[in-house]
């Protein structure tokens, strides 16, 4: 009855796991291996996989990715961090500012998305661009998301924006939930602040840090509403992400089989940066 | 009667036949992408449904009818239609004294007048003209008809996009922009409506919603300051590209016979007619005559110019086809391929998509 | 002491800056809900409405059933939020806390189904739904939604009970606490924040998700708030002030459930958690 515990509590996880996760993935494993026509297939072999790898297009996706992967990553961890930190130091007001910090990431993607476009026109009547020309920062309206240096930099912006509330709120509740003893315990021993954080601070929420980099990667490699409402992948595909091509591929030009490859030749790239990542940053907790 | 918004149409509609259920049993369709739709084999082939309910293609504007017709089958039925025309602001040609140009020379000369500096900062702050506005077929091959090229030759199995006169359309926008300075660069393109609403650009391109959206979302004063005309013409003549919605009926349904009479009912006089009232203009050739367009100056135009008014290519690559166009359409807008080389780099990858 | 102080204010500072960057696009949508159609794009833009005016609401209210989206969105939201969170909870505790065969494949399985290809979700699910015979039922969106918030949900509150020390584990086992006991005595209030936020994802997932919304529903009764919110926008354009002032609509449950829930976020055996 013991051994069986374990199962007992996975057994209705995995039930829907396995029904609406994993038979998909298996589904569209063995499309990437056909041409699909919705009421036809014809066997292809390996030809899918090698069109993606020879398709240039793909590789510069793929170079956008690796750019927004590295920024947004980093700009999230790094900034939620600080932010949590910043408000375990404030007793007055903590509700308050946190609570506004994750509106962004609370709100849906299709009104956020938007409501940026709005904001990111190329005129002078556009929010960004007439804050800039009243200030007298810039003499002509910026056209954020018609030059591609821009674009990508708005996207980016856009994607540290919505989602830096979830890192912060996440470690929030973690640093929330290291005894303050400890803090003590370090004070007494002589650390300063940056001590106590590499001591005392980080080794207890490692685990966290290390599962949030790792999903926000994941995040970063299936970036889609951002692009597909602001830029559609322009300008001269400088913001397109791998989803939103393989989503333009599977949905616009029904070659499902190909995108189906696209994302199973990325998966095991993605899989093992992630775990790479996990294991690098979490250290287990023991005491 | 059910609502989906037109970017999730598609996915629905594939996600549900390939699972062997009936969308539904009529589907309003974008007219590019039937062909699409009829080459999968997922929307029925209506010769004989369409001969039965007496619907015949002499009175449909030919130009929508093309796009339902695939390998000398009828896969759908045309419902509306619609073109893109040349808008103006009247208040700033009269300005300049200038009549609203009828020829590409006459575009590029007005066009050239009513580009200004108002300010003196040394940024243009009106152009005379805002161009394509796009780099899809939908913006681009109104100019390629009117200087008598075409994307694919009439039998659709031959690439001819890179041909001399698609080359001088190409040529002709790019000088607009790059050398008489007449028009914005792709940095500044925007909507044309939008543009035109705030005097930003004194003639653009939209389809006919742009009157209305110019009066209700910009605050237009549409009445006196803006004006409608038909495209200029090129050397060959005068061209619009065509977009509208066809009437399909999925492959799967119980009920195609039922399917067709509705089809009937939205194709007659009576319904076409009155689809203008909510402004969508008529696949029906005697609807267009109607009163009610006649007297609306939008309206007659957009009539007039349905004459020569032609659709994309109706093949089922459609989609790719688009997007190699656009692709390289914005290298030569941006000056990173010439207008040569741009469409010589379409045509290669388009005919890897023919058989 | 001067110190302190000015240490203090000078993070409520930057808090006040951050805040302000959060803020101002959602405040931007709030604004033009309440501004009339032209008002909504001018130069400079106006921060606080010149001429306010509740038309888009009206407008927004006739010309579609958003209340009905918006029940059907509360129910889908509520049942899928809560299964989630019991679900994965328990899941993320055996992860943790358990031994058992094939732990580490289920983990990389799990993982795997966060970087695969999302887009072929929608075909294969849609065969299950439609062999089912749900077509158009809530079950066709809820059971999806539950099935597709397993694997991320799950990871983040196994990283939670992990942040637990194993010292707790084992107090309570040397008290004689069966697994289960474990489990929800005392492991549960403890990973409280974890889940609450999983909570809070899942509920706002639901209200986002727009493609699986759609595709499994077909009669206007059953579509969510998400759809309704796409109803003004067209192929061409989107009517701004109807579509802020469905998306303010569509957020509010979200924010109000948010400052709910802000009092779970406070420790709750936090400073030992050795009792």
Redesign the interface.
Known sequence: MKRATPYLFLFLPFLFFAVFSLYPLIWSFRLSFFKW????EEFVGLSNYAEVLGDPYFWKVFGNTIVYAATTVIGQIALGLLVAGMLTKIGKGRGFFSTTFYIPVITSWAVVAVVWKMML???S?SFFNSILLQTNLI??PI?WL??PLTAKLSIIALCIWKGVGWAMIIFLAALQTIPERFYEMAKVDGLGVLGRFRKVTFPLISPVVGMVSALLLIGAFNIFPQVYVLTGG????STESLLTLQY?EA????HFGYASAMGYLLMPIILFVSILQIKAISKRVQY | M???????L???M????????V??DICRYDIALTP?LAD???VLKLDDLAEESGISENDFYPGPWSSCVWEGGLYGVPLDTCCTILYYRKDLLEAENLAVPTTWDELRSAAMKLTKDLNG?G?TDQWGFEGPGGYEMWNFNPFLWQAGGDVLSSDMNTVTINNTKAIQALQFLLDLIYVDNASPP??????ST?ALS?G?VAMGID?P?GWA?AR????LDVDTKLGVATFPAGPAGGASVIGGQNLVIP?FTEHPREAMEFVKYLTSYYYQSEMMNVGVFPVLKAASQAEVIASNPLWATVAEQMETARSRPPHP?F??MN?ILK?YL??AF?Q?KTAEAALDAIATEIQELLP | MKKNIFYRASIYVILFIIMVIMIVPFWWMITTSFKP??E??TFPPTIIPREFTFSNYEFMWSSAPLGRFWLNSLLIASIVTLAVMFITSLAGFAFARLDFKGKRVLFYLLLASLTGPLFAI??PS??II??AGL?NTYFAIILPYIGWNIALPTLIIRAFFESIPSSVGDSAKIDGCSTFTTYRKIMLPLVMPGLVTVGIFTWMYTWDE??WA??AT???EMRTMS?GI??F?????S??GPLCAAAVFGVLPSIILYIVMQKYYKPTLAVTGMK
């Open positions: 026509g919705v009421i036809t026109g190329s005129d009547y003499s002509s056209s018609g030059a322009g300008p001269l595909g333009r949905f616009s030009f029904l | 059910e609502y989906v918004p037109s970017d999730i598609f996915q629905k594939v996600t549900l036949l390939a699972a062997g259920q969308p539904c699409q999968m084999g997922v900062d940024v792709p940095d500044l393109w925007k909507w939008e705030r930003e389809g919603w959206c209700d979302i910009f605050g492959k690559k989609a790719e997007n692709t914005e290298e941006r990173q | 159609p032209g909504i794009f929608l075909i849609f065969f439609s062999k077509y727009l493609a759609i595709t077909s009669s206007m759809a796409t109803m926008q067209t192929q061409y354009f009517s701004w």
